[in-house]
């Protein structure tokens, strides 16, 4: 082979070797780029995911009906009565919704900030109840020992009620010796024939709850009234649903 031609294939694969290196580094910039590009989306999400901001009771009226979730993020909820799992085997609500009187969500936010403070916060089985859905409920159990007459009205007919249990920070029921809505000698407040922990749950809510303004009834651990809502009027207030 002469020199010449030699000279040009050696030529030839140099050439080759340079163009494949650069073509090498420069996919491996490409994928850095890729990561960081990635690095940087995933950031800019965590650092724009929108922060819950919460309306403050400041300037309403205290009769004022306000929707307890818009106000804090800190309570539970397991509203029986937009369920069939409740004592009437009925759905009596259009949609779960927690509303009270603005005086009502006050003394609830107080109570509840001293729950946390003790590891625990209120979960609802139910709150403000329209008067019409008093109505549904006499019609199905027309009974007062159980259902208040809707001609009177319950003091959750007015906002001033709630029906509520505690739980642990991280969604655990405390125990207390039923269900919700258990019409029986076991759900009696001076019913002292129960395991002392049912006993210590029951008082820890009872004396927390009325310590901010609420007493509770004889035969139902669950229910409180704030006092000063005693005198409010019935309301029918009705709540939107999400359609």
Known sequence: MKPSVLFVILLVLVSCRNETKPSEKGQNIKDTLKITENKVVREQITDTTPTLVYKSLEGLADTTFVRLADYSGDFAY?????TEN???????????????????????????KEFIDKGYKIKFFDCYRPNSVQYKMWKIVPNPQY???????????????????LVTLNGEELEMGTDFDFFGKRAYH????????I???????????EKH????????????????GSNDKVANFKWDCPE
């Not at 001076?190 to 922990?197: G, R, V, Y």
């Not at 303004?213 to 000063?228: C, D, M, Q, V």
């Open 78 to 82: 397991d509203l029986r009565y937009a």
């Open 86 to 112: 409740n004592f009437l085997k009925a759905k009596v609500y259009d949609c779960a919704e927690c509303y009270t009187r603005v005086k009502t969500a006050r003394a609830l936010l107080k109570a509840n």
């Open 147 to 165: 259902v208040a007459n809707p001609v009177k009205g319950s003091i959750h007919n007015k906002g001033g009620a709630v029906d509520i249990t």
């Open 190 to 197: 001076d019913n002292l024939d129960l395991p002392q922990e």
């Open 199 to 209: 006993l210590d749950n029951r008082l820890l809510l009872k004396t927390t709850m």
């Open 213 to 228: 303004g609420f007493w509770s009834i004889r035969t139902e651990w669950w229910h409180y009234n704030l006092s000063a």
